[in-house]
């Protein structure tokens, strides 16, 4: 059975001049990678739940 992996890009989350797309083995960490991506390209000072809320609904299960 093929492992499934989480992602998303930074255009579904609203930034459609951003290119970057995160992966993760788990929810917990593509958040942790859309956090820092956050704070080291869009100078992100939090991360609040409406964000985090954002994210979630973005986030894409592919098989990997």
């Given at each position: 059975m093929a492992?499934?992996?989480?992602?998303?890009?930074?255009?579904?989350?609203g930034d459609v001049d951003c290119p970057w797309e995160g992966q993760g083995k788990d929810e917990q960490e593509l958040m942790r990678e859309v956090e820092r991506h956050g704070r080291d390209k869009h100078q992100w000072t939090s991360f609040p739940e409406e964000t985090r809320n954002?994210?979630?609904?973005?986030?894409?299960?592919t098989a990997a």
């Open positions: 492992q499934e992996k989480y992602s998303i890009r930074c255009i579904e989350i954002k994210v979630r609904g973005a986030i894409r299960k």
